[in-house]
Structure formats: C-alpha cells, structure tokens
C-alpha cells in the first residue's frame, strides 16, 4: 500500500490524481502532516509526500531503523515537477515509484542512486539475497575497478562490466560460503527441497531436518527456489509453516506425476500411504536438475535436495519503426535487463545508446536472420539473458519466427511487441486499418512468387485492404507491379493508396496517391504501400476505411 499525505492545496490537488488513478494501490492519510507520515510509515510499504523533501527528512529520520525493511519514500514539490526518491530507493521501491509518479502527473523523476544514475544494475535490485562487501563491490564497479565474476552457478543475470579478474568479486553460488573481503556474493534460487512427512508431523522437526541437510551438505538456506510435495500433503502443517518459516513457495504434485519420477531410493511406506514409491526425492527431481542430497529422514519427516538447472532467458523484442519515443517502455526494460544482444547492426546502432554498460553484443549485416536467431537461442540455453532484436513488431516479418523455430521448452521466451511499419504508416495516412487488412510481404526470397500471388489473388477477391511489405527493391522491380495489376482486376482505379516512406523517422515521407496513378518506380524498401478496398476514401486529404457501422449507411443513404 502506498499512503499518501499532503499539506496545501495544490499538493492535495495532486495526491487526490493519485489516488483516483490508483484506488487499489493507495490510502490518503488526513490530519496533521507528522502524525500522518508516522502513521504512513508503520502502516505502508511506501509513501509518497506533496511537502518539501527537507521537511519529509525531518519527519521521517527518526523512523529508520533498516533499509531493508524502511518504506521508500518519494517527495514531489509544490508545483509538481519533480518527484523525488529520498529514501529506500531499491529496497523500499523508491526509485521505480518516483518514475510512475513522475509518469502519471507529467513530473520529472529524479533519482539520484549512484548505480541508477549510471545505468548500472544495482546488486540488491537483481532478484535475489545478496551478501558480504555489497557496497564496496558496488562503489569499485562504479569507479570502473576489475571486478571479476566467478558463477560457480550459471544463472541469467543482467549486463556487468565485470573483468576476467581484480581484486574484488561478484560470486554466484548456493554453497554456504563466508564472503571474503572484498567480495558480494549473489544466492540465485537455485535448490529445490522434495519434503515429505508423516500426518502431523510438527513444524520443528521438518524445518529442522530441511536445515540441517543443507547445512551438512554445505549449501545456503537462502538459495531454496521451492519446497516440493505430494498433493496429499498440500495443507499438512508442518510442511506449510516450513515453507512459511523459510519464505518460499511450497509446490505440489499428483502421485501419479511422482511414481513416474526415477529415484535412487523408492520406498514401500510411502506407496501404501499416498499412492507413490517417492515424495521427497521425485517431487525434488520431478523438474529436473542434479540430485545434491539423496532422501534424509529424520522420525517423521524425509527431504531431498536438487540443483534445478539454470533456465536461461530470450527476451524477443520488437523496436518499433524506429522513432524513439515508438520504443515501448517494456522493450526498454528488457534491452537493459538482457546481458547478451543479438541483432542487425542497423538496428543496434538505434539503440546502443540504451544499454547497460557490460552487455555483450553479437551484430551481423543483412541477410544473417538465422543465423541470428540460432546465436541467440543458444546464448539463452547457456543460462544467458538475452535479447534478440528486430524492427516493428519481431513477430512480423522479423525475428521471432526463426528464433521460436529453434528454441526448445528448454528456455523462457518473453516477446516484447512492438509498433509495426503497417500500424505506423496507417497512422500517418489516416485510417486505412478501419476494417479487414491483411499484411503481405512481396519478397519472393523466402516465398515463392506462386504464393504470394495466390494470396494477393484472395485479398483481391475478398476486397480487403492489403499493406505491401517489401514492395520493390533494385532486384525485385517487377513484384509490385504485378501485384498491383491483380488488385486493379477487382477495384477501380481511383481506389486510395497511401505510400510511406522510413515511418516516424526524420526523413519520414507519406502520400495519397490512385490505384491507377500509382508509379512503382518511385517505392522502394524503405516503404510500406496500402491500398484500400472498395469502401476507402479520402476525406480531407486523409486515406480512411469506414467500419461500416448501420448509423454510417444510414447517413449516407440520407445524403
């Protein structure tokens, strides 16, 4: 919950859009302002304040106790233009809260962390406990010392600029290691614990023998992903408060999904009692993954221990038409969360100036599609987060069928949509999209000409508005043409086609033109050509396709 507190008119004014525009999200703290930030404070996983940020110091310094636990805290001044984060920025939230703030009432965020300010990732922001020299590992990748990375546990992490070696260290591991003195250790949710237990067995007994097995094995409490169980045992209360106590989720399996699980140590018992030979090692092991710690028992409870292998992450991202402010924000998250890039070097140039210092891009010219998509899916099957690419949208005509055609259920995909070249140019022309469009792409170098033609053919017919993609280059002269003879079969030739040029980029260029008065020689690759059915029109210089709603017949039957 976030409260909310003001003090003038003007910051109530803002504090009152707030809180209509997140009603779930906030909770408006009335009275004296300091005994509203106090209450705010106990009560609120963050607050933000419309007073001055020298006030909110004062009100709030003699409540922080632990960074980790304090609310963040965002200050937005009296006119509302700045929201500032002044306390908790990664733990309490502070810093992503100022930028939705800031978003919301056209305020300019202000954070002043020093790793955010660089476009570095914070070692607390990735996810998971980090411990040992945090600040100092911090303060030597700001400085720009070696840092070296040593992942005793692949895992996906975002882009460091980390060295082969230097004398201080970033560690990924789920082993219980002390930290040496200049060196962070990351804890990646990497150990599964299989658990089972007898019919009230007490909370003490599975938690202890889930931590002393771990600590006798010489791995971390704090890398546990998940306690794992039989569905019989889903509301045993003993296994519940563990998962409860040691802050993960507890997850569940059928006893047919075990008893088809191999395990080096089946047992009769649990076969009579819940219908499998194994609880503890199958539903460890049903998700795959090394087997660190075969089945311990202890009088009423037995828990196995697996590494689940690292899933790494392709991230499929589309980049728009090439305007900047057309770049989504998740795209945005996502070129910056990946480590590895993978793209056309045109398309990395447009966005080189985004990404976080660190991350490896793999580039290639024109032509290189699978070859693309193969580098890509591979990085992510070696635990890397990546980030592969492409104009538009790179389910259209870009990279994410090539990507997916490679990619197993081995990794996670995300795809990150994008604006299309059609949508662009549609935007620019007026309203062709109105009702049915289809997109064709004309380049016979990935589809023979036999096709494409039968489906030029059936959007003739079935008059429907068609968007060329790849209409015409020095190679390819004769496509468009062609295409757009078959079109003139089924409409008239005064039917709107809209030509766009490089859509939403400085050179961007967009015109009406006919069917008829169409000149194919002045369309290259660069442009998007859409040509109307019979139903569009230009109206006030602009290209629109009706959705033919009964009130529109209706007031043209009136005319």
């Not at 590992?137 to 060295?163: F, I």
């Not at 970033?170 to 949710?189: K, S, Y």
Request: hydrophobic share 45%; proline share 7%; charged share 20%.
């Amino acid at each position: 919950m976030i409260g909310l507190i003001s003090a003038t008119a003007a910051g109530t004014a803002a504090r009152d859009r707030l809180a209509a525009a997140w009603p779930e999200r906030t909770r408006v703290y009335d009275g004296p302002v300091g005994d509203a930030v106090r209450a705010a404070f106990a009560q609120c996983e963050q607050l933000v304040c419309f007073l001055a940020t020298g006030a909110v110091v004062r009100l709030v310094a003699p409540l922080l106790s632990d960074k980790r636990a304090d609310p963040g805290v965002v200050c937005v001044d009296e006119g509302g233009r700045f929201a500032v984060s002044l306390v908790g920025g990664h733990d309490g939230g502070a810093n992503e809260l100022a930028v939705e703030v800031g978003e919301l009432l056209g305020a300019q965020p202000v954070v002043t962390t020093a790793t955010d300010a660089v476009g570095l990732p914070g070692l607390d922001t990735l996810g998971f406990p980090v411990e040992g020299a945090v600040p100092a590992v911090s303060r030597a990748l700001l400085d720009g010392e070696p840092v070296a990375l040593v992942s005793e546990v692949p895992w996906p992490l975002p882009p460091l600029p980390v060295a082969p070696r230097g004398a201080y260290t970033i560690r990924v591991t789920d082993r219980a290691v002390e930290p040496a003195g200049h060196e962070a250790v990351l804890r990646p949710p990497s150990l599964v614990v299989g658990v089972g237990a007898s019919r009230n067995a007490p909370v003490e007994e599975v938690l202890g023998l889930v931590e002393g097995t771990l600590r006798e094995a010489g791995l971390s409490g704090r890398s546990i992903a998940e306690l794992a169980t039989v569905d019989a045992k889903a509301e045993e209360p003993g296994i519940v408060a563990a998962a409860g106590r040691l802050g993960v989720p507890l997850v569940t399996y059928s006893a047919v999904e075990l008893a088809a699980v191999a395990v080096p140590n089946p047992s009769d018992a649990p076969l009579a009692a819940v219908g499998t030979p194994s609880v503890a090692e199958a539903s460890a092991l049903i998700g795959g993954g090394e087997l660190l710690v075969p089945k311990r028992k202890s009088a009423m409870a037995t828990c196995a221990v697996v590494r689940r292998p690292a899933r790494g992450r392709l991230a499929v991202v589309g980049l728009g038409p090439g305007a900047r402010d057309l770049l989504t924000p998740r795209a945005k998250a996502e070129l910056q969360r990946a480590r590895v890039l993978v793209g056309l070097d045109q398309y990395v140039d447009q966005i080189r100036d985004l990404l976080r210092p660190g991350t490896r891009i793999l580039e290639s010219g024109l032509g290189a599609e699978e070859e693309r998509a193969r580098s890509a899916v591979a990085e992510a099957r070696r635990g890397q987060a990546v980030a592969l690419i492409g104009s538009g949208d790179a389910g259209v005509y870009a990279m994410a069928s090539p990507a997916l055609a490679e990619a197993c259920d081995d990794i996670d995909v995300v795809g990150v949509p994008g604006v299309t070249a059609a949508l662009a140019a549609a935007a620019i022309l007026g309203a062709p999209l109105g009702h049915d469009h289809v997109s064709i792409s004309l380049s016979d170098l990935h589809t023979p000409w036999a096709v494409i033609e039968r489906r030029v053919r059936a959007a003739a017919e079935a008059d429907i508005v068609v968007t060329f993609y790849n209409p015409r280059s020095r190679g390819r002269d004769w496509q468009l043409p062609k295409a757009l003879a078959i079109l003139a079969g089924h409409r008239a030739g005064t039917t709107p086609v809209g030509v766009v040029r490089n859509a939403s980029r400085p050179d961007e260029s967009g015109r009406l033109t006919t069917l008829a008065a169409l000149d194919p020689a002045t369309v290259d690759m660069m442009t998007v050509v859409t040509v109307g059915n019979t139903a569009t029109r230009e109206i006030a210089g602009r290209m629109v396709t009706p959705r033919g709603y009964r009130w529109q017949e209706a007031q043209e039957g009136a005319k």
